[in-house]
Every structure is written in C-alpha cells, then in structure tokens.
C-alpha cells in the first residue's frame, strides 16, 4: 500500500470543453458536472464534478477519503506517518491510494484504483438525483446491479440496501415466488446475478439466478446465435458452469420422474381413473407439450400438473389430495437439494 503525495503536473484545462481536447488528458461529464460543485472525481479519465456534502451524507468511504486527505495535508510538515490512522481501517485501506491533484484551487480525486466503472458511478449519481423517480418507474435491473457494486465499494449504504431488497425480490430464494411465471428478465440476467451473488455476498439470489439460467435449455447462448463475447455466462466463474451443467441435467432428471408419475392405487370401492391417467393426457387438458416446455424446469412444470382440474380426468377427492401432495413434496425437494447442487452456503 503505497501513499504517494506526488502532484501530477496538469495540462492546462479550458473547464467549458466537454470533449476530449487534443493533448487533454481527461474529459468532463455530460451530465454530471455541477457549476457550483465543489469537488472533481475522476474515474478512467472522465471527471465529475459534484457536491461534497452530498457524497459525505450517503457515504462512509467519501466521508474518510476527504477527512485523510485533509488531515494528511495538515500534518505533512510533522513528518506524521499515518496521520488519519488509517492504515489501521481495513475496510478503508483502498483510500490511501486515492491520487490526489489539485488544480485550480479545487481537488481532483483519482479514484482509478478503486475498480470502480463509470457507469457503476454514475448510477449512484443517477439515484441520488432521481431517486423518487424509481417509486414510479423502478430501475433496470442492470442499473440495481450498477449500484450495488459501486455503493459497495464507496461504501452507500442506503443505496446498497436498495439495491440488495431488489435483487432479493427478483431472485428470491422462496419456493412460494416461483408460483408466479418467471419473465424472460429474469433469464436474460441471471448469468450477471449469479456473478454479483458470488462476488458481493449475496447468496441469497444465487438459487433463483442458478436455476432461471439452467431451466434455459441453451444455457444462455442461443442455439442460432454466433458465440457472444459480451453475453455474461462467459464471465461465470468456471466451478460455477461446472455446477450449472450438472444442475441442469439432474432438474432434466427430476422432470422426467415427475412426469411419468406412477399409478394410484384407489382406496374407493369402486376405483377412479388415478391408476390410468398419463402425462399424453395432460398435454391435451393443459394445451401444452408438458413434456418439452417443462424440460429443464421441473419446479414450473410440477406447478402446473398441481393446477390441473384432476377430477376432469376422473380422479376422485383422495386420490387428487394425494397426487397433489406427492407433487408438492417433489417440488420442494427438488428446491432444497438445488442447494446442494449449486454449492449454495445457507
Ligand atoms: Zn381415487
């Protein structure tokens, strides 16, 4: 961990140019640079300029990142080594390798070594200067995802707890929310919540992104489409696929022995039909290929038989109760043992 106090010689800058000028060594925000504000980040050579005060009263990590530098400047001449003791803060360490210029009288943060990406940064800004307009029109789930990594890093926590309420909600780990037919969100970016799952401690989204992606059959990457280096599954760390190949082919298994359920034995005196009726005739109460739609996704697949009218196929009362439990068993073991498959601490 090295604090360098070295000033980086500045080109002189023209503050009303927005774009990058030839010998200029950075560019300003379109949108996010306040006239009145009184604080320059920088972020891979595009600078904000914004209010301190608002960065200080969401985060902890602003908070310490002007205090040290301020104090540090302060006790330059004593000759103090650590002087805002923050060496000893883990959590805070990062901040002593904040760069820091100062050009016309106004700091210039360097926040290239905190990781952090720009359009991570600018979500933040986004919701703390729109942040009620999510109350009409929530966010994408790629901006949520924005904000948790940087306001994990920089530390929001208010904006972190909204973002980790959110991606809880849509990737809950409860079977009763798989009652609901999953949307085609949730497949498309569940490659990215596992990844966030995994590197942000959230295990709890981790059950639902694993299997929304593995009930996918294509796993993803569409059968006609040319291989595409940006589709996330390929950011998946490797143990991962590894467990979402293996995961998959044990819900195709779980599929195919719910779907050919075994024969009741009626206890009426006269037997119904629950020793007769087969998943063919299924398809044609339900209108649908179970078979086939059901593939990878026994949880939605058990669902539906659940909702079939079973009397309209000549079950009685207690062989539809019974055959209705043993789905509903099936499907909550198949939850519980998903746990296991996919390496999900809980
Ligand atoms: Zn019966």
Wanted: aromatic share 10%; hydrophobic share 35%.
């Amino acid at each position: 961990m090295s604090h360098s106090n070295k000033r980086k010689k500045e080109e002189s800058p023209a503050p009303s140019s927005k774009r990058l000028k030839k010998g200029r060594s950075y560019t300003q925000h379109e949108k996010f640079w306040a006239s009145d504000g009184n604080v320059v980040l920088q972020l891979d050579k595009t600078r904000f300029k914004v209010h301190r005060s608002r960065l200080t009263s969401q985060s902890i990590w602003f908070r310490k990142l002007f205090e040290h530098w301020e104090k540090s400047q302060a006790s330059l001449k004593n000759g103090d080594d650590d002087p805002a003791g923050i060496f000893d803060d883990e959590d805070l360490a990062d901040i002593a390798d904040v760069r820091v210029d100062k050009k016309d009288g106004c700091y210039v943060y360097n926040l290239d070594t905190t990781g952090v990406k720009i359009i991570d940064f600018e979500a933040i800004l986004t919701t703390m200067d729109n942040g009620i307009a999510y109350y009409y029109a929530p966010p994408t789930f790629r901006a949520v995802a924005s904000i948790l990594r940087s306001a994990t890093i920089f530390k929001f926590e208010q904006l972190r707890d909204f973002a980790v309420r959110y991606l809880n909600e849509m990737y809950s780990d409860l079977l009763e929310d798989m009652d609901k037919p999953s949307t085609p969100e949730h497949g498309v970016h569940a490659a990215e919540a596992i990844i966030l799952g995994r590197n942000l401690d959230m295990d709890s989204i981790l059950k639902r992104a694993f299997y929304e992606l593995a009930r996918k059959s294509d796993l993803g990457t569409g059968e006609d489409e040319e291989e595409d280096e940006e589709d996330l599954i390929y950011r998946v760390d490797n143990f991962d696929l590894v467990r979402l190949a293996r995961g998959q082919k044990r819900l195709i298994e779980a599929w195919l022995h719910a779907s050919t359920f075994p024969a009741l034995e009626c206890p009426a005196e006269q037997p119904c039909d629950s020793s007769r009726v087969r998943i063919q005739q299924l398809d044609i109460v339900t209108q649908t290929s179970l078979t086939q739609t059901y593939r990878c996704d026994p949880i939605g697949g058990i669902q539906k038989l659940i909702e079939v009218d079973w009397y309209e196929l000549g079950y009685c009362e207690e062989c539809r109760a019974t055959r209705i439990r043993l789905f509903t068993e099936q499907r909550e073991n198949i939850w519980e043992e998903m746990g296991h498959w996919f390496c999900i601490d809980e």
